[in-house]
């Protein structure tokens, strides 16, 4: 740290800027290495001596190599998915920037002015002319060849984790691909991305503890919000029949391997519809988001082959007769039933596969199956025995939703700190018509996990929650290396 605190005070020496320097490229690295990928050293010879501004850049990146070879050397800079060697020459560049060459560390990030060529060996490369120095690193990077392994240290410092680990870049990029290929799809079938209340009055739409805040000036307490299903379906209500939210929850509960206690969810809801519906638009959502991710509609997830173009249906009871051991009846509703799938089928769900007609006692906002009022026109999608979405049709009939409410509220007296809470206003929204409906939530995390092959949800969120670090035991640690 005192070494590289010295390399501060030379670069300034030098006239540059350690610190803060706007610079402006003409291309990025992906697109220099685009352009020129299939160009031979003859051809960018041949084009600078047509036109010395055809191959010439202006490009920047941090340091990932330092190879210095007498009056002459090499560097290799990255940005984006591209790297690129420039090739400084002590005869090509001003005194000053080959002095700021001699003093480079990787991790540093500069800018350069050059020409774009072929070295002797093949290699694509810049030849610089003008050097730029933007900013320092005082912390030494992890050893190149073994990258930083270490779980804790990557969840913690996902900035050094980007860094080093060129797969975890890739990560967030097909996240970034999936979440635009789900807000494509639906704004393709006219639904439009609201906005609903984080904090809130009163918590509903999940079965979940809720985290709570206070408002100094209102002086009333707050819940972070479990999920907006009961604010997006009064925009229903109102008018708004097709609406999505690719919304942040929060729920006061444990961690593991397919829990944060903040995540990412896709809900939508769509008038005029119902869970068949919903199945329907979740079979096209799923296919295209794999498509955006992976260019193909199978993938491989810890060793299964999932396949994203072929999603199965059965009822929950039918998966109960299918894995339960034999003789299990499989013929009852209720809590009964729940209990055998959760322990006989969902670890055995490894395809997608929609698992429709929950009990009524772990429904209440769904509709009742008109056939049989033991279970609800619901579903919920399991893949490699984790729950992705879940979807109803919606329980509009204000009545039976009091009803159901109190059915709740029972089971909260009877120790069921989960279990939903009676909301008036919601109530009062149903009473004004809302329309027939189906709605659905999708976990992001989770599905970006089976389409970027990562077992932890930790490795799919940039910044998962964790213990705290000690403040002051972290600022201990700077200040000795300084």
Known sequence: MAQRHARVREIEALGFKPYGQRFDFTQTLDQIV???????????????????????????????????????????VQQGNSRIQLYIRKDAVAEN?????????????????????????GELSIHVERLYFLSKILLTLPEKFHGLEDIEIRYRQRYLDLIVNPDVRQVFLKRAKIIGSLRRQLEAHDFIEVETPMMQPLYGGAAAR????????????????????????????????????????????????????????????????NYQGMIELTRELLREAALAANGATVCEYQGHQLDFGNIQ???????????????????????????????????????????????????????????????????????????VANAFTELND?????????????????GDDEAHRLDEDYLRALSYGMPPAGGEGIGVDRLTMLLTDNRSIRDVILFPLLRPESDIGMAAKLRALE
């Open 34 to 76: 685009a352009t020129h990928l299939s160009a031979t050293g003859e051809e960018l010879e041949a084009a600078r001596a047509v036109s010395p501004t055809g191959v010439s850049v202006k490009a920047c990146g941090r340091i990932q190599t330092v190879r210095r070879m007498g009056k002459a050397g090499f560097v290799t």
């Open 97 to 121: 920037d080959y002095a700021l060459y001699q003093i480079l560390d990787a991790g540093d990030i500069i800018g350069c002015d050059g020409y774009v060529f072929r070295t002797r060996t």
């Open 210 to 273: 809720p985290f709570v805040t206070h408002h100094n000036t209102l002086d009333i307490d707050l819940y972070m919000r479990i999920a907006p299903e009961l604010y997006l379906k009064r925009l229903t209500v109102g008018g708004l029949d097709r609406v999505y939210e690719i919304n942040r929850n929060f729920r006061n509960e444990g961690v593991s391997f397919k829990h944060n206690p903040e995540f990412t969810m896709l809900e939508f809801y769509q008038a005029y519809s």
């Open 313 to 387: 249906t059965m009822t929950m009871q039918e998966a109960v007769r299918e894995f339960a051991p034999a003789g299990t009846d499989w013929n009852v509703a209720g809590h009964e039933l729940v209990h055998k799938f959760e322990q006989y089928c969902e670890p055995n769900l490894i395809q997608p596969t929609i698992i429709c007609d929950h009990p009524v006692e772990i429904s209440p906002l769904a509709m009742r199956k008109p056939e049989d009022p033991r279970f609800t026109e619901r579903f919920e999608m399991f893949i490699a025995g984790m729950e």
């Open 398 to 414: 204000p009545q039976e939703q009091r009803r159901r409410f109190e059915m709740q509220l029972e089971a909260r007296e009877k």
